[in-house]
């Protein structure tokens, strides 16, 4: 079976790397209960169009009640009672995922909505430019993992200043000033986080369209799982996911119904 695949890969030490050329329901349906540690989705955005690598669902809620429902009560089976999930959109189709998360997975389980900041490309001629994401976080139960981890402090902030003085800073705590010295390690992130698209040029580019950054990843994958831990992606596309998995020494599962996105996920994982 599945299961007993990942456990013979643990036993061993092997990262595991499965990447399938399947629909997502498919594919969860041959996984166990409670079997997966951490599951990260950049999904369908609901924009109707056709991309050059997808065809995209039509922003009715309908249509969207009628994908997601079902997979999102098979994620919920198939995560551990201490896993966590990540879900990537926009604005088109938030509100109405947002309320099928609360009922599968239970409203008090929703534990973050992270903005994800990005700049670059087009603007609005009556209007703001939109260039954030949304990411909704749940767990399962409230024994989730969770991992503290540190981001660099800002350049030329008071922090930064002072872990490059050597020097204590005044630090304002409960109306009282204390004098605080910053963390070698850095500062923990805020819910909105500042993580640069993929710059047109850069060798991380490899020509899908909505590929996302390695960074973006990292911080999820590093704070939600360890090390040997199992972690899904069932909308693959660039499969970033499985790539950062490799690199942290983290077992994955995923799949596409893409054959150029599973190519593209095989290369940057072999």
């Not at 499965?18 to 041959?30: G, K």
């Not at 999102?72 to 604005?91: P, V």
């Not at 004098?179 to 500062?187: D, R, S």
């Amino acid at each position: 079976s599945f299961l007993d695949l990942y456990r013979v890969h643990l036993f061993n030490q092997y990262v595991m790397i499965d990447i399938r050329l399947s629909d997502n329901l498919n594919l969860m349906a041959e996984i166990e209960d409670n079997t997966v540690d951490l599951i990260y989705c950049d999904i369908l955005y609901g924009t109707g169009r056709k991309f050059a690598d997808y065809q995209d669902l039509k922003p009715k809620r309908e249509i969207i009640e009628e994908h997601y429902i079902p997979r999102i009560k098979e994620m919920y089976r198939i995560l551990k009672d201490t896993g966590s999930i990540y879900l990537q959109m926009d604005t088109k189709i938030n509100h109405w995922v947002r309320c099928i998360l609360d009922d599968v997975f239970g409203y008090d389980n929703f534990r973050n909505e992270i903005v994800w900041c990005y700049s670059g490309g087009g603007r609005k001629k009556k209007g703001f430019a939109e260039k954030h994401d949304l990411i909704y976080r749940y767990s399962k139960t409230d024994k989730y993992i969770f991992n503290e981890i540190r981001i660099p402090y800002k350049i030329g902030s008071g922090a930064d200043r002072a872990l490059k003085s050597g020097k204590k800073m005044d630090k304002k705590i409960n109306g009282k000033v204390h004098k605080w010295k910053p963390n070698q390690e850095g500062k923990i992130p805020e819910d909105w986080w500042c993580i640069p698209f993929i710059n047109p040029m850069s060798n991380e580019r490899l020509g899908y369209a909505t590929q996302k950054p390695k960074g973006l990843l990292e911080r999820i994958i590093k704070a939600s799982s360890n090390e040997g831990d199992l972690v899904a992606d069932f909308y693959g596309g660039s499969f970033t996911t499985a790539e950062v998995c490799k690199d942290l020494n983290r077992n994955f599962i995923g799949c596409d119904i893409s054959q150029k996105a599973v190519n593209i996920g095989l290369e940057r994982t072999k």
